[in-house]
């Protein structure tokens, strides 16, 4: 079936402007998340998405960063007044949801191919 | 806090001989660990997990990994290398209080030459 897939691959932008990143998950998977990767290093995490909402957003750097789901399918990060520091490989994963009633049940996450976002 | 370590930038084997990429983590809790592999310019592929059971793990592409509670490590092993193989690892543990985010380790780079 068709995996996780981000769009656009790569996103060049002038620092100052407002990007957005869309991801669209698995069907059926209701958890989505957003990680950021920086050259040379692991996945770090951004936000993650339970549904409809945000139930974890503690990864998210600062108030430049908010993300949407708003009918539990696609997602879009989206980043104002861009910096060079937000030059990374923008990666969405989504799974299903944990399940702990008869047997826990720990899904792994299936990631997309990433946004390469450079900020000049 | 959970974290993971990759002790080694870099692992370089030689076609047909055996691979260990080495992990160790540090978790408060049971932990619930996975390895991914990177290949340029494309996202991370899923291997295989421990969640609970056997300590020896069978995952994709004739990988394995080893648990041990004792020396809390999670390495990464296959019998056998392929050029193929020549590939970013990532190994990460879940994080079950907020939601299951999974913590990376910086990556190990194994090149397998023929």
């Known amino acids: 079936g068709a995996g996780v897939s981000q769009t656009p691959s790569n996103k060049v932008t002038e620092k100052g402007k407002y990007v957005e990143l869309r991801c669209d998950p698995i069907?059926?998977?209701?958890?989505l998340y957003w990680y950021r990767q920086s050259l040379g290093q692991g996945p770090e995490f951004l936000i993650y998405?339970?549904?409809?909402?945000?139930?974890?957003d503690s990864g998210l750097p600062n108030d430049r960063f908010f993300a949407v789901r708003p009918e539990g399918s696609v997602s879009t990060l989206k980043i104002q007044r861009t910096e060079r520091g937000d030059s990374a490989v923008y990666l969405c994963?989504?799974?299903?949801?944990?399940?702990?009633?008869?047997?826990?049940?720990?899904?792994?996450?299936?990631f997309g191919p990433g946004t390469r976002l450079t900020v000049t | 806090a959970q974290s993971v370590a990759q002790p080694e930038d870099q692992v370089n084997v030689a076609e047909g001989n055996p691979l260990t990429v080495k992990c160790t983590y540090s978790?408060?809790?049971?932990?619930?660990l996975f390895w991914y592999v990177q290949y340029p310019n494309r996202g991370l592929q899923f291997l295989l997990k421990?969640?609970?059971?056997?300590?020896l793990v069978k995952g994709s592409y004739g990988f394995e990994a080893e648990f041990n509670k004792s020396q809390t490590s999670f390495h990464l092993k296959k019998p056998s290398a392929l050029v193929s193989d020549s590939a970013l690892y990532f190994c990460?543990?879940?994080?079950?209080?907020?939601?299951?985010?999974?913590?990376f380790g910086q990556g190990t780079e194994l090149s397998v030459k023929p």
């Open positions: 069907s059926g998977h209701t958890a």
């Open positions: 978790v408060s809790g049971n932990p619930y």
């Open positions: 421990y969640i609970t059971g056997d300590n």
């Open positions: 994963a989504s799974s299903f949801k944990e399940r702990v009633y008869r047997g826990l049940r720990i899904y792994e996450q299936y």
């Open positions: 998405f339970q549904g409809t909402g945000a139930a974890d």
């Open positions: 990460a543990v879940r994080d079950m209080y907020q939601g299951g985010k999974l913590i």
